[in-house]
């Protein structure tokens, strides 16, 4: 089955707009404008498609004023608030910003709609909110004046009030020259509040020159108190709700600090996260508030949920998700991390290929994320990365720069999944309209077909290349040979019994099982890149650099026995003597302390030189000292006491 996944494009639309694929003008005007009225869809009343025109950073189509939404921009929000504003020009771009004005720049083009379906509104998947620097312009025509202008103007007016018995009276009478006609009917209107209730008539008649018009108004004072206002929890500076409602997938999608209570609303959810520490916190099943600093478990933007329907147990009017079903609530700090799901570009991946849980991560500290193997090419894209992993048969592939590839079967150097990067916006040197990472930034995908545990060979799976420190990382048996391949170490270890079999430059074999000089399976390398000399193909390690096998059937024995005398004789001349006791540690597994005589436990620790094969342990033979010159070796067959003076007894 094809996977398809969506990727997030450039959010710089300054440099995009030059990078950018686009379809220009090559046809009338009225074309485009025809073209997107009959693709736009339903606008809000009175507000017709203008068209798909062109834009930049430096160079706004629509400059007067703009706001963004990260999840709930939509036509209706875009078009309403501009209209606040008192602009008849409203325009979205990028899925999740909008722009206003009253009229747009001359610098902006008409282009092709399709520049302006790149971008799913946030707030409404089914709407176009413009394009990768390019924006979906609205227009609604500016209502009427309705102001009529008089010559000549006489006033009236009287005012009586419950606590006063004044009464004033006022006549200004301005001459013109000028000649305009206009009357207007008398009218009533009545307001009631808690506090007063007022009533006014206002009657004015205006001749060709002249106009007269004469008010009264009442008002009473009421002795109500208004009730207070809740003074409950409110959204967090920087902190907003959202129209967003996703599924969750495989498991939570905040994975953070969580709390439950009958008294839950979305404000006490983002104060309880934002208090924690966390940018980004999710409303579930009406009680529950859990938060994180990204979307987890292959939760996402692109993977929306109808289940947010559940009112929340604190607030009756407001949404708290739902069964499965989270309702978001972020904080600007949050919105490098997730707005990448939000313009995205439909790609075809290869079989059995995703977006990882997080899209894409900072580069490791110390060292590639994804240090295993790695390719580059002016030509690179998507599907060329993806498929040089798996070829590799690595389960991570990571894209950066534009053209660089890099694989892995997990992040290291200080790379996490943890840690997001919103700096993905650079585009694929094979293919411009789509992104290939960026600076120090990885765009992520996995297989999890390709895991560790799945790749075998004579039972044993593969664990990753690591490096040799200062020898032999397997010390138990070797094979070399111009046959080598996988197979045939793997079949080679698994013979003599060894949990570990790993390959080295090409031809060499080794097993063991346990690490030694250094070496472990988390000191990883990047070197191994040879193929294996009975195959040509394959990874077959590298210099200082083994391709890892275990066999996870094979255990090491963790009960490896000493022999040891609980009455150990002492033979001093003096009438004091100083001993200690020890605790013997055996490579590959501990065993616990053996007391000699009576003296208490003093820790030492010691190897032989074949613990894998044998199973009783010698220590070195050395001395107990007493008082005087003379010594004398306390010896049992299998242990011997080395003395730190720690405790002291009088002898027999």
């Known amino acids: 089955m094809i996977a398809t996944t969506f990727v997030s494009l450039a959010l710089v639309a300054g440099l995009a707009q030059g990078a950018a694929i686009e379809k220009r003008a090559t046809k009338p005007d009225s074309y485009y404008v025809a073209q997107a009225q009959a693709s736009v869809g339903t606008l809000p009343s009175g507000w017709t498609a203008k068209g798909c025109y062109s834009d930049s950073v430096f160079s706004r189509a629509l400059s007067a004023d703009s706001t963004t939404s990260l999840f709930g921009m939509t036509y209706q929000v875009c078009t309403s608030y501009c209209s606040s504003k008192g602009y008849s020009y409203a325009g979205v771009e990028l899925g999740y910003q ?51 202008a008089a010559s000549s103007t006489t006033s009236t007016s009287t005012s009586t009030t419950s606590t006063s018995s004044t009464t004033s009276t006022s006549t200004t009478t ?10 207007s009917a008398a009218s009533t209107s009545t307001s009631t509040s808690s506090t007063s209730t007022s009533t006014e008539v206002s009657t004015s008649t205006a001749p060709i020159d002249t106009t007269t018009s004469t008010s009264s108004s009442t008002s009473t004072t009421s002795t109500e108190t208004a009730a207070p206002t809740p003074t409950g929890p409110t959204f967090p500076s920087g902190w907003s709700t959202s129209t967003a409602c996703i599924a969750e997938v495989g498991g939570r999608a905040l994975t953070g600090a969580h709390t439950a209570g009958s008294d839950m609303t979305q404000e006490k959810c983002a104060s309880f996260c934002a208090t924690a520490g966390y940018t980004i916190a999710g409303v579930e099943y009406s009680s529950e ?66 977006v ?27 599907g060329t990365c993806l498929n040089f992993c798996q070829d590799k048969g690595f ?71 690591i490096k040799e420190v200062s020898g032999r990382a397997l010390t138990g048996d070797s094979l070399v040979g111009d046959e080598m391949t996988v197979e045939v170490c793997t079949a080679f270890c698994g013979s003599e019994g060894f949990k570990y079999a790993g390959i080295e430059y090409g031809r060499e074999c080794y097993c063991g099982n346990s690490f030694s000089n250094g070496a472990s399976d988390s000191a990883l390398s990047t070197q191994c890149t040879m193929t294996c000399a009975g ?18 059937a094979v255990s090491v024995d963790v009960s490896t026995s000493v022999s040891t005398s609980t009455d150990v004789e002492v033979t001093t001349p003096t009438a004091s003597v100083t001993v200690t006791e020890i605790t013997i540690t055996v490579t590959p597994t501990d065993v616990s302390s053996e007391n000699v005589t009576d003296a208490p436990a003093v820790t030492s620790t010691t190897t032989t030189e074949d613990a894998e094969s044998t199973s009783t342990v010698e220590i070195p033979v050395e001395e107990i000292t007493s008082d005087g010159d003379e010594e004398e070796a306390v010896e049992d067959t299998e ?7 720690i405790y002291s007894a009088d002898a027999e």
């Open 98 to 148: 909008c722009f206003c004005g009253n009229g747009v720049s001359k610098s902006a083009k008409l282009t092709d709609y399709s520049n302006c379906d790149d971008s799913w509104c946030s707030g409404n998947w089914n709407q176009d909110c413009g394009g990768w620097a390019n924006v979906n312009v609205f227009y609604k025509a500016p209502a009427a004046s309705t102001t009529a």
């Open 174 to 183: 301005t001459a013109s020259t000028t000649a305009t006609a206009s009357t």
């Open 289 to 354: 508030c859990w938060c994180g600093n990204l979307l987890a478990n292959g939760a996402s933007l692109t993977k929306t949920s109808s289940a947010c329907t559940m009112k929340c147990a604190g607030n009756s009017s407001s949404i708290c998700g739902g069964g499965n079903a989270i309702s978001l609530l972020v904080s600007k700090a949050a919105e490098a991390t997730l707005v990448s799901d939000l313009t995205h570009k439909i790609v075809t991946l290869p079989t059995g290929w995703s």
């Open 356 to 382: 990882a849980s997080t899209a894409c991560v900072a580069e490791g500290t110390s060292g590639r994320a994804l240090a295993s193997a790695s390719t580059a090419s002016d030509s690179m894209t998507i």
């Open 395 to 465: 389960q991570y592939a990571g894209i950066e720069y534009g053209r660089e590839c890099y694989c892995g079967d997990s992040l290291v150097n200080g790379a996490s999944l943890d840690i997001a990067s919103g700096s993905c916006t650079k585009a694929c040197a094979g293919d411009d309209t789509t992104t290939c990472g960026g600076g120090n930034a990885l765009q992520l995908y996995n297989n999890p077909s390709l895991a560790l545990n799945l790749i075998t060979s004579n039972a044993f799976s593969y664990q990753g290349c």
């Open 535 to 552: 195959s040509g193909s394959g990874s077959c390690g590298g210099p200082n650099a083994l391709s890892l096998y275990a066999n996870p």
């Open 639 to 645: 242990i011997v006491v080395q003395p730190t003076p």
